[in-house]
């Protein structure tokens, strides 16, 4: 299905439409087949990683030399727009991208030789451990603590809400390693979960939607960290760190949400053609036709921001503001376009053989997951 609606995107080339033909073909090989299989086993298959990382798309913009396919945030939306256009949200390499860029701009050279070419290859699952049952958007309030011993690091504490959590194998924690020091005392540790006694995943979380991506629950009772898995090599750097990622995993949403979008008006089209009520087909009633120039509208305005948005990320000018103002405007924009689409499939807009039911429970936690709309708010507001 072309989901080419919106026009073409300025920074597509021919090199890259020859990318997303080869990724849409491992899409609807390895992806889209599978998906009511995944969503009852709660996780994806775990030579899924390993074929993602055989076709080059785990880590598409990391350099060559880490291991990575050297390309561009480029390579790595059209990814992330495939799998949105495939309605995959299961498989979670938006979560594993992220990991990679905290490794790459914010890990030593050690750390970015020893774990980034494990990531490009699928033999390292990785997950990034920030929420907890008393804190969410709040960073500042978690409570996972890490003491410093003489053969490494004791994590105690739990999370919950983590993506990746029952396959990972690399673990970017969120910790306090000075309770007293506010912001300053939070680091970010790269914890092994293999072998590593002190690690013990919960339950993968019943979820209104995406039942398909291994969300779980994480305790850690004296958990070991090495002493030079510290990302950055030094204590106190991780709310820093966070806030200078942040901004890459906003983007991710927002190019997921616009592939959303899209999709969901393709399909709505299609189906209003081809549905007949009182002697004529749905998208000839003028209720419908102006339901669908509005949705196409928006749709077309949110691919002209999200593409200046990936103009700048392959920049590397991507700022905290504009980031927030995709993550919450867009998400926001998938939510009520989808429901307007579910209205117009009537009842079978509700049944979830149907793509389009399926894509309204998946949306809702767009705008909670990434940093919720309010704080997305707050940061603009501080702009102003």
Not at 12 to 20: A, D, Q, S, Y
Not at 37 to 48: N, P
Not at 115 to 143: F, H, N, T
Request: glycine share 10%; charged share 20%; proline share 2%.
């Amino acid at each position: 299905m072309d989901m080419n609606i919106c026009g073409t995107s300025s920074w597509m080339t021919p090199e890259l439409e020859g990318f997303r033909d080869a990724v849409r073909r491992f899409v609807a090989s390895e992806v889209a087949p599978h998906q009511q299989r995944w969503r009852e086993q709660q996780h994806v298959d775990r030579d899924l990683w390993n074929k993602g990382g055989a076709m080059g798309i785990l880590c598409a913009d990391i350099p060559e030399q880490y291991g990575g396919s050297g390309g561009s945030f480029a390579h790595q939306a059209i990814v992330f727009e495939e799998l949105g256009y495939c309605g995959d949200m299961a498989f979670g390499i938006h979560v594993h991208a992220i990991v990679a860029h905290y490794l790459l701009n914010q890990g030593t050279e050690a750390q970015k030789l020893k774990y980034l070419p494990r990531l490009a290859s699928g033999e390292m699952v990785a997950a990034i451990a920030m929420s907890e049952p008393g804190a969410g958007s709040d960073l500042k309030g978690i409570r996972t603590t890490a003491v410093k011993t003489p053969d490494g690091y004791q994590v105690n504490g739990s999370k919950t809400f983590i993506s990746n959590g029952y396959l990972a194998d690399l673990v970017v924690v969120v910790v306090k390693t000075n309770a007293d020091a506010g912001a300053k005392g939070v680091s970010l540790l790269l914890m092994e979960t293999k072998d590593n006694p002190g690690f013990r995943v919960g339950r993968i979380l019943e979820k209104v939607g995406q039942k398909g991506q291994d969300t779980c629950e994480l305790f850690f009772d004296n958990a070991h960290v090495a002493l030079d898995n510290v990302l950055g090599g030094a204590e106190g750097q991780g709310f820093a760190q966070l806030m200078t990622e942040l901004p890459y995993e906003r983007t991710i949403l927002g190019v997921a949400g616009v592939a959303a979008i899209e999709r969901a008006l393709r399909l709505t089209i299609d189906y209003t053609r081809e549905r007949r009520a009182f002697g004529q087909a749905l998208i000839d009633m003028q209720n419908t036709r102006f339901v669908l120039a509005e949705i196409k509208t928006e749709a077309t305005i949110a691919r002209i921001f999200i593409d200046r948005c990936i103009d700048e990320t392959i920049k590397g000018k991507m700022d905290t503001v504009t980031a927030s103002m995709a993550k919450y405007w867009i998400s926001d924009l998938q939510c009520k376009v989808i429901d307007q689409c579910v209205q117009l499939f009537g009842g079978y807009g509700y049944m979830l053989e149907y793509p389009i039911a399926q894509m309204y429970v998946d949306a809702r936690v767009q705008r909670i997951y990434g940093g919720a709309n309010e704080i997305m708010k707050e940061i603009i507001a501080r702009s102003l």
